[in-house]
């Protein structure tokens, strides 16, 4: 790791909790150049739901790019880009019957995310954005200025503005509503709180520490805006492309957002890629008034188009349920055998943990968790949940296998505080 410590910036992070050198991959499995085999509980942040080499999308861009096929076109007009819009409305879009314009707004989550803070400005003509508590959506200034992190927005170096927080679901325990609390201050002239262009959140907060909003709360949110001329946001960069168990995040709830983000696993490769869907009566953008130079990653496009084949049938679903439900009743399990130190099970779909009530736990786990060959990350205001987030094409086996490796390394993480909490208990 030395060339990385000389010649890297500071601000590097994964890297320091994972310190190995990874020099292969195939779907949830990576090696070092040690030959030492890791499964992936982590894909990438999301971004590799389809794991990692995947067969059938490397195929196609091995096609492509043998066949001279265009990489770069800033955003004029592509085959690879014509088969991915055609393919989109057809195996996502008309299918759920939703009605969207697509932007390609730069290749990454906050790009996505920008933009969609612009042009809901840009469509009503006010300035203010509703967003919640706990919230992540990206690290340039404006989609930062909506996030919740504290050590996040620290390093924005200047004062963030042009966002209102509001309580997110249970923020304050299950009996409270908090879309009363939205509600009571959108009408009242003397709440301080400006109109807002929008209300933008996550479905199920990923970096938030897996804080999932229920139905009827989502729902109440969206008639909100409605009845007051607001548009409605959903980021759904981590929990798209079937994090959740089907496409969009939000399906199960039944929702219509005006704009929806989506990144990171869009591109179905792990290449740069992302998506502004814009409700075809506010995409009221200009030519030109929102680019990027690599929007038009044709890459991204070949492999995005044959990612989407995925959702042509309900095969990939309903093997997100199976492994769903696997990785559950091993969390509530490891729950029920250390209620002292495990606090609940969160999540939804492939994407789940432990929050464990000493914050400290969940970095224990994911270093130990190492060790025994498994990446995980934590989320969390303090890092307190333990994150299980593999490929959705996880095979069963290595699913299984990861989980018994995690086990060990749970035990091992709790039995050595129990070990020492009983030797301070003997001083």
Not at 25 to 48: C, H, M, P, Q, T
Not at 84 to 101: A, G, M, N, Q, V
Not at 130 to 145: E, K, P, V, Y
Not at 392 to 419: C, F, P, Y
Request: aromatic share 10%; hydrophobic share 40%.
């Amino acid at each position: 790791m030395d060339i990385f410590e000389r010649l890297e910036s500071e601000v590097r992070s994964y890297c320091r909790s994972f310190q190995t050198v990874f020099t292969k991959a195939s779907n949830a499995r990576v090696w070092d150049k040690a030959g030492k085999e890791y499964i992936d509980f982590f894909a990438g942040a999301g971004a590799l739901n389809y794991g990692h080499n995947n067969p059938r999308i490397r195929a196609k861009l091995i096609e492509y790019l043998l066949a001279d096929g265009v990489t770069h076109s800033l955003d004029m007009a592509t085959e690879a880009k014509e088969t991915f819009l055609t393919r989109f409305k057809s195996f996502i879009l008309e299918p759920r019957k939703l009605d969207y314009k697509v932007m390609f707004p730069g290749p990454t989550g906050t790009n996505s995310v920008e933009s969609a803070l612009k042009i809901a400005r840009k469509a009503t003509g006010r300035t203010n954005v509703i967003c919640f508590t706990n919230a992540f959506h990206g690290m340039s200034l404006g989609s930062l200025a909506a996030t919740g992190n504290a050590f996040k927005r620290k390093g924005a170096g200047v004062t963030l503005s042009g966002t209102t927080f509001m309580p997110y679901d249970q923020y304050f325990g299950t009996l409270i509503d908090t879309t009363l609390m939205l509600e009571k201050l959108l009408d009242d002239p003397g709440s301080g709180i400006d109109q807002p262009a929008a209300v933008m959140l996550e479905t199920l907060q990923g970096e938030g520490g897996l804080n999932e909003a229920r139905i009827d709360w989502l729902r109440r949110v969206e008639r909100i805006c409605r009845d007051r001329g607001i548009l409605f946001i959903v980021d759904d960069v981590q929990m798209g492309c079937g994090r959740t168990g089907t496409f969009f995040s939000f399906e199960e709830a039944g929702l219509s957002p005006d704009i929806v983000c989506l990144s990171k696993s869009i591109g179905g490769y792990g290449l740069p890629m992302a998506l502004t869907l814009i409700k075809p009566e506010y995409d009221v953008w200009h030519p030109g008034e929102h680019n990027g130079t690599f929007r038009g990653n044709n890459l991204g496009f070949v492999a995005a188009s044959e990612a989407l084949d995925y959702w042509r049938t309900p095969e990939l679903e309903l093997a997100i349920a199976a492994s769903s439900r696997v990785i559950l009743e091993f969390l509530h399990r490891m729950a029920a055998k250390y209620p002292k130190a495990i606090t609940e099970v969160r999540g939804k779909g492939l994407i789940q943990g432990l929050v464990f009530r000493e914050p400290s736990y969940a970095a224990r786990l994911s270093k130990t968790a190492f060790k025994h060959g498994v990446i995980l990350e934590t989320s969390g205001p303090k890092d307190e949940v333990a994150k299980l987030m593999p490929p959705l094409t996880i095979e069963e086996h290595v699913l299984k296998q990861g989980l018994e490796r995690i086990e060990t390394a749970l035990h091992e993480v709790l039995d050595s505080v129990q070990l020492a909490g009983a030797a301070q208990a003997r001083a």
